[in-house]
């Protein structure tokens, strides 16, 4: 069965129509005619693979990736890389335009390290293989190198034999000198050759199940010539250059004398480069050990104008009992709970900087907050080139 591809939806899948439903098709573009295997079909709507191209478009470019055909680690690396920022932006327009009826100057922040620019990576071991999901399913496609990965993360792809495990998931995070965290998830009791291990990469620490069994479970993040403690678990952005254009946009728009609320600030990144710029800054972070960390962040930089406080950023969003000029936002993918909104709303901040990976959410609550707050700068930066992800930040002024 063949199929004219019309559009992309937004997971970066060609669209077109088969017996009279909306078919999805990975690894398709506009204008290509393509052969389809059916993989799944409801009532409404058909997903496909490409058996065949009839036809090919004159933008669709050769994969550097050997394993991009079956990988599911990325989505779009048949685009140029120009190409998939349009993609994203006209993507963004879409879903803003749809689900909040906002329409809006969007800039764009090339990424500059388009490959190679992930500092952390999950990687699956099955049956002794080891590598990403299949597209789609929980087949492993093995893999000893990565071209999203930062090279001292495929540097322990490729020693994943010295490991000695058959049945495990293994996250691996790699800082600014190279140096890796590898925390291993097994029910096995694996013997590790770490004198091995040691001796072809900067190995700070190893965790197992939870527990250190060697080195450190925390390494040191240099950005901005700022330090700070990463733990092995705590949630830290995977990519350094755009966190670090992150922070520049953060810095253009704080005042000086204004007092800030970071809401879900993890181990403190954005909280002590807003306090570098800023009068005082409170963080709120459910999480005990980035809070924790947090807190040596501060003491390591010798800023002493953040506070950090322990609790549910949404309930506790009204717990500061002074004026609150400027609130960040940056919630998981679910975006803002209604009472998170509302407490926000109730603190009648002069601005608030949200920042969101899911463009969705992010304009469901903005639906709601440009009520009271204009959008003064909407940015995309391209935190996961070659993938269908996006990273936004929006500027809001109060009306």
Do not use: W
């Not at 803003?96 to 952390?120: C, H, P, Q, V, W």
């Not at 733990?231 to 966190?243: D, E, G, L, M």
């Not at 809401?263 to 403190?268: Q, R």
């Not at 204009?374 to 996006?390: A, E, G, P, R, V």
Request: glycine content about 6%.
């Amino acid at each position: 069965m063949t199929v004219k591809i019309e559009k992309m939806d937004h997971r970066g899948r060609g669209i077109g129509y088969h017996d009279g439903k909306i078919t999805f098709v990975e690894n398709a573009l506009p204008d290509e005619e393509v052969e389809i295997s059916v993989v799944k079909e409801t009532a409404k709507y058909k997903e496909a693979a490409v058996v065949n191209f009839i036809s090919k478009s004159s933008t669709r470019t050769k994969s550097k990736c050997p394993y991009y055909e079956e990988c599911g680690g990325c989505h779009l690396r048949h685009m140029s890389y120009d190409d998939t920022l349009k993609f994203k932006k006209n993507k963004l327009i879409e879903i803003l335009s749809k689900y909040a009826g906002i329409e809006t100057e969007i800039e764009m922040i090339k990424n500059k390290n388009r490959d190679f620019y992930r500092n952390k990576v999950e990687i699956h071991i099955e049956n002794g293989k080891a590598g990403f999901y299949k597209k789609g399913s929980h087949e492993i496609v093995e893999t000893d190198r990565c071209l999203n990965v930062e090279e001292a993360i495929n540097t322990v792809m490729r020693s994943l034999d010295f490991f000695h495990l058959t049945e495990a998931n293994m996250t691996i995070k790699a800082n600014y000198n190279g140096e890796v965290i590898i925390d291993i998830k097994t029910e096995e009791t694996p013997e590790i050759e770490i004198e091995v291990l040691r001796n072809k990469m900067k190995l700070v620490g190893i965790i197992l199940n939870g527990q250190t069994i060697f080195g450190a479970d925390h390494y040191i993040e240099v950005l901005e010539g700022m330090l700070f403690k990463e733990t092995y678990n705590s949630f830290f952005q995977v990519n350094r250059y755009i966190n670090e254009q992150l922070f520049e946009i953060l810095k253009k728009h704080l005042r000086e004398d204004a007092t800030v609320l970071d809401l879900c600030c993890g181990v403190g990144t954005l909280s002590l480069i807003a306090a570098s710029k800023t009068k005082k800054v409170y963080g709120i972070e459910i999480v005990e050990n980035a809070i924790r960390d947090a807190i040596v962040n501060a003491r390591m930089n010798k800023i002493d104008n953040v506070e950090f406080m322990l609790g549910d950023a949404f309930k506790n969003a009204k717990m500061i009992s002074e004026d609150i000029d400027t609130v960040i936002i940056d919630p998981p993918r679910s975006g803002l709970s209604p009472e998170g909104l509302e407490n926000v709303l109730s603190l009648n901040p002069n601005s608030i900087i949200y920042i969101s990976c899911d463009p969705v959410t992010l304009s469901r609550d903005l639906k709601e907050l440009i009520k009271n707050y204009s959008i003064q700068k909407f940015y995309l930066l391209d935190m996961f080139s070659y993938t269908y992800h996006t990273e936004c930040v929006c500027i809001l002024n109060r009306r």
